[in-house]
């Protein structure tokens, strides 16, 4: 099973872009990147997902380079409603799961 | 939301009683998964459906029992509960194919006195 490591905890400042790098050196052919933001008391919600180079979507960019072993998240222009928890997931989902969801990067956004 | 309801929302009850908690999912999607989610922690897989009757078992399974006998009804059942098992349970749906989105219920916060 793929293992990410993200930072525990970020501080930014309202305007700001933000970029959480998540680390997956062990990452399989087939698995795809995903991440997901979670406020408190509230389940994950899906931000993106990605397999390689760069996928864009209306709330975030996901960067991965070739070799596939990091990957980064890019918030634009964060606001107070983004301090939230990110998670980074990689593997194989539905009939063969093989996700693991670690500790997420706590994301602190500052007026 | 995906139209996915989870019941009770709370609930407190005593050690060596059985639980059982509902998650119920108004689109007809094939997958559905049980979470727990511990105080400064990620999700754990519980166990998980890809069908009607086929459910498969998850990181964190010893202590449950999972059964789906309708699409729309995955049900997580505590043979019998321990404190271990205080937690907040989270059910979810995916839809399939290449997406990896998932859709998570409101969650149930159980105590286990």
Known sequence: LAKTTQPISMDSYEGQEVNITCSHNNIATNDYITWYQQFPSQGPRFIIQGYKTKVTNEVASLFIPADRKSSTLSLPRVSLSDTAVYYCLVGALHSNYQLIWGAGTKLIIKP | ?113
């Not at chain 2, 989270?90 to 916060?109: H, M």
Request: charged content about 20%.
């Open chain 2, 1 to 113: 939301d995906a139209g996915i309801t989870q019941s009770p929302r709370h609930k407190v009850t005593e050690t060596g009683t059985p639980v059982t908690l509902r998650c119920h999912q108004t689109e007809n999607h094939r997958y559905m998964y049980w979470y727990r989610q511990d105080p400064g922690h990620g999700l754990r897989l519980i166990h998980y459906s890809y069908g009607v009757k086929d459910t498969d078992k998850g990181e964190v399974s010893d202590g449950y029992s999972v059964s789906r006998s309708k699409t729309e009804d995955f049900l997580l059942t505590l043979e019998s509960a321990t404190s271990s098992q205080t937690s907040v349970y989270f059910c979810a749906i995916s839809v399939g194919g290449d997406s990896y989105e998932q859709y998570f219920g409101p969650g149930t916060r159980l105590t286990v006195t």
